[in-house]
């Protein structure tokens, strides 16, 4: 690399901004084409259970006040355009503007899905390094049927586990909601308790995908020749270990890194709603079942842009840690 | 090197365990907890608060008031208005009178400019609100001078005082915005006894008490309903101590039974639960298919066995103990009688014991919105008392997407009922001019004679008219049952045993925010 990394970093960016710019507007048009067809009345979310006592005139009268006989297309070239003007426009189904509904909401999502995913790839990575050391030993072995399980068990059923665990068995931790039900206040406190069951199982969702890739990248590392001449050179297994084996064990799970954020956001999207959470994956439940246009297509945005950033980032690093690999050809 | 991975280590470790201390137990239930704070639990919040979209119509609404307000008994009482309305021109213009030195929250003080506003603001058809055909008798809503509201009405409409419990919104704030979009739809400012402290959506609603309320400042301080979906999770909060009280399906409040320092509430109501037998189905159009049905259920067994004892068997759409009750249309389980009405219109017995008239089986089937467990067994127990008559009755559960558009030909377990007056649930459920008009009248039911009683408690102003109207409404129902009524369910709430003398309204179809013990919150006082 002659020329100095940020000029590198700055045209990979800059490239995935154009590129991100066509995903945006087709992933949007394809999110109102497909609530536009499903079963849902967007007629009978907005005006709740009064709904079920409704007659046809007043039915009538809010669908074409809500103008949802239109067709999406129309809708959504309405919405992208007042978009791009700075209006996102106003949520139906919360009765708020859709930047509000973001602004009160993105906090605690992004709280919950930071602090999750920073315990992933921490306690993923020492597990993964502990079950390589040895190969096939009982920590090995026990880590790895146990990652192997968690792969597999859905996200909400390992929610309501800790839910029924924790907070009905045990009574040592809330069941949910951000703070306590009788606090008026929001104290930095409740937040940490409210949130430890939420994050911890969308932790415990994330974190064998990193045990395993690294186990298999550092096991790999310890059989190849720099760390056995490591090795030879008489350096202590510690260093061996985490300076050489762990760091080209790494490489993989940057890229991992990157392809986990769509999953870690589905996963916050189950998380959020077990547990009450007032994020933004909470709301886009009630957005597509409710067919809230606005909202929906801004939270989709979002999620794009938070997938894209996501593969961007992985590519830095890879990038930057690999001298093998140039950012100019990505 | 080696030392800084220690380090590193170090802190990871010390990071780890400051979260696993984050998630010791921190402060259980205090105890002794005071009688000026009140944490409830329900499972379901509004979609807005304000009422200019619908929030509060029926009253009880906290941050507001209407110009009158129901009581214990659900009579009227003056509420912003000085007293009930003077109602002249032969039941067409209703007068009120408003209270001296109300003001909202804010300091502003209610003028009939607001009421007016109000008014003409939901009968906008640009509003989207959803009950603006309640309003359908109101021509006009005039202020005279700044104390005085005239409603004028296009017919004489009997029950109208009882539909302004509807509560007033300032004009001064409401008025600036559109009122399907505005921020008065979360921010809400009224004259009621509590203001909104804090609305965090899908978790609670938290209110204080307005020290200025014109019905004297509430000894209950602070008031939170938390939004609950699931019943077990609200039921294993309200024992943990996190919540005060809470709504109960009939098992879950059993378990409390007994228990110390929480009282169950039993609230009776008008939330019957009905099989509506649609006029487009050839089996259920037949008048003595619909006899038969009438006849064979067993409504003494479904309150005992699907409701635990907590509801009424439902002779009619009316309680038995409300007022207008007909009471010599209660009548029990006769299989003799549905077997000898069907034998007589024709309908034999044929294979499997299941009856058929000219070719066409005595078979219909019978829908029920999936997740409702109450619907579910209702539905279940009413298709094996139709199968004792010789009627095949398929229970099949559906979300209301796909129960809507098959209203028409397909029973459905239907609940409804409506507090305040005959006329505001029966108007809607059996008029023939509203036959499958949205959710009214889902079944199509059309008789003459009910059409004629209906419109004369509609429009009549004499007691004694109105009585015998719905008198002769219940009746005709007896003998062309177009909705097999089943039970009144009763409403149950738990609730910490802190404070005096609380009651429950009898309640309507919809239940839980502004119902229960917590209906008149204002009043409350503290245990000695």
């Excluded at chain 1, 995913?117 to 790895?144: C, E, K, M, N, Y």
């Excluded at chain 1, 969308?202 to 890739?213: D, G, I, M, N, R």
């Excluded at chain 2, 110390?260 to 649609?278: H, I, Q």
């Excluded at chain 2, 907590?310 to 029990?332: E, H, M, N």
Aim: charged fraction near 20%.
């Amino acid at each position: 690399m002659t020329r100095p990394p940020w000029e590198g970093i700055a045209r990979l960016a800059g490239r995935r901004a154009l590129f991100a710019v066509p995903v945006v507007l087709v992933v949007t048009f394809g999110v109102f084409a497909i609530a536009a067809a499903s079963p849902f009345d967007p007629v009978r979310a907005y005006a709740g259970t009064a709904a079920l006592g409704a007659d046809q005139e007043t039915l009538d009268r809010l669908r074409e006040n809500l103008g949802v006989d239109r067709p999406f297309a129309v809708r959504w070239w309405e919405w992208l355009t007042s978009a791009l003007g700075g209006d996102l426009g106003h949520s139906s189904v919360m009765r708020q503007p859709v930047a509000q509904v973001i602004g009160e909401r993105l906090v605690w999502s992004s709280l919950l899905c930071a602090v999750a995913f920073a315990v992933a790839v921490l306690v993923g990575t020492s597990l993964g390094v502990l079950a390589a050391r040895r190969p096939g030993s009982w920590l090995d072995r026990t880590v790895t049927s146990l990652a192997y399980s968690l792969e597999a068990a859905p996200v909400f059923w390992v929610a309501l586990l800790a839910v029924w665990f924790f907070a009905l068995q045990l009574d040592a931790l809330p069941a949910g909601g951000l703070t306590d039900t009788a606090s008026r206040e929001v104290t930095a406190g409740q937040v940490a308790r409210h949130l430890v069951l939420p994050a911890g199982v969308l932790a415990v969702s994330q974190l064998p995908w990193f045990t395993l890739y690294v186990r298999q990248g550092v096991g790999d590392a310890l059989a190849e020749d720099p760390v056995r001449g490591a090795r030879a050179r008489g350096l202590s297994e510690r260093t061996v270990l985490l300076g050489h084996a762990l760091r080209s064990g790494l490489l993989p799970v940057l890229t991992l890194i990157g392809s986990r954020v769509p999953e870690l956001i589905t996963g916050a999207l189950l998380v959020e709603t077990v547990f009450s959470w007032p994020g933004i994956a909470a709301a886009t439940v009630e957005a597509a079942t409710a067919v809230d246009f606005p909202l929906l297509a801004a939270l989709t945005t979002l999620a794009t842009a938070a997938v894209l950033t996501g593969n961007l980032l992985a590519d830095l690093l890879y990038g930057l840690f690999d001298p093998r690999v140039s950012l100019s050809d990505m | 090197m080696t030392t800084r991975h220690i380090r590193r280590a170090a802190i990871t470790v010390a990071a780890l365990t400051g979260l696993s201390a984050c998630s010791a137990p921190g402060g259980g239930a205090d105890e002794g907890k005071a009688a000026d704070s009140v944490v409830i639990g329900v499972a379901s919040e509004p979609d807005t608060l304000s009422p200019l979209l619908g929030y509060g119509k029926d009253g009880n609404s906290k941050i507001f008031d209407g110009l009158l307000a129901h009581d214990a008994d659900l009579e009227l009482k003056p509420a912003l208005a000085k007293a009930l309305p003077e109602v002249g021109d032969d039941g067409r213009t209703y007068t009120y009178t408003l209270r001296d030195g109300v003001e909202f929250s804010d300091g502003e003080p209610l003028t009939s400019a607001d009421v007016v506003f109000t008014y003409r603001t939901i009968l906008d058809a640009k509003t989207n609100n959803t009950a603006r055909s309640e309003l359908d008798a109101v021509k006009e809503v005039e202020a005279d001078g700044d104390d005085k509201v005239v409603f004028t009405l296009k017919y004489p409409y009997a029950p109208f005082a009882a539909r302004t419990v509807l509560p007033i919104v300032p004009e001064h704030m409401a008025g600036k915005e559109d009122p399907n979009t505005g921020s008065f739809n979360t921010k809400p400012v009224g004259t009621g006894p509590y203001v909104l402290a804090g609305w965090t959506r899908g978790e609670k609603l938290a209110f204080r008490a307005n020290p200025n309320y014109w019905g004297g400042a509430p000894r209950v301080k602070t008031f939170t309903m938390a939004v609950i979906a699931d019943d077990n999770v609200r039921a294993t909060r309200l024992r943990s101590g996190d919540l005060d009280g809470a709504i109960l399906p009939p098992n879950l409040a059993a378990t409390f039974k007994g228990e110390a320092g929480s009282l169950t509430y039993d609230a009776k109501s008008y939330d019957f639960r009905t099989v509506t037998l649609p006029t487009e189905n050839k089996v259920t159009a037949d008048r003595a298919v619909r006899q038969a049905l009438d006849a064979a259920v067993d409504r003494e067994a479904m309150v005992d066995k699907v409701l635990d004892g907590a509801g009424r068997p439902a002779y009619g759409p009316l309680p038995v103990d409300d007022p207008w009750f007909a009471t010599d249309i209660k009548r029990s389980q006769d299989l003799a009688k549905a077997k000898r009405v069907l034998d007589e219109a024709g309908w034999k017995t044929g294979e499997g014991g299941i009856r058929a008239k000219g070719g066409l089986r005595a078979a219909f089937t019978l829908l029920y919105p999936s997740g409702d467990k109450v619907r579910q067994d209702h539905a279940l127990a009413y298709a094996s008392d139709a199968k004792k008559a010789g009627i095949d009755v398929t229970v099949e559960s559906a979300t209301w997407e796909v129960i809507e558009p098959r209203m028409g030909k397909d029973a459905v377990l239907a609940g409804f009922g409506s507090t305040g007056d005959p006329d505001f649930g029966l108007y809607t459920l059996l008029h023939s001019s509203l036959a499958g008009d949205g959710f009214n009248n889902m079944g199509r039911y059309a008789n003459p004679a009910v059409d004629k009683a209906l419109d004369t408690g509609r429009r009549s102003q004499d007691p004694a008219v109105r009585e015998a109207a719905y008198d002769t409404l219940q009746r005709e129902l007896v003998k062309d049952p177009g909705y097999t009524f089943l039970t009144h369910i009763d409403h149950l709430y738990v609730l910490a045993d802190r404070w005096d003398g609380l009651t429950t309204q009898l309640e309507p179809h919809e239940h839980g925010f502004a119902s229960g013990p917590w209906w008149n919150i204002e009043d409350w006082q503290p245990k000695k």
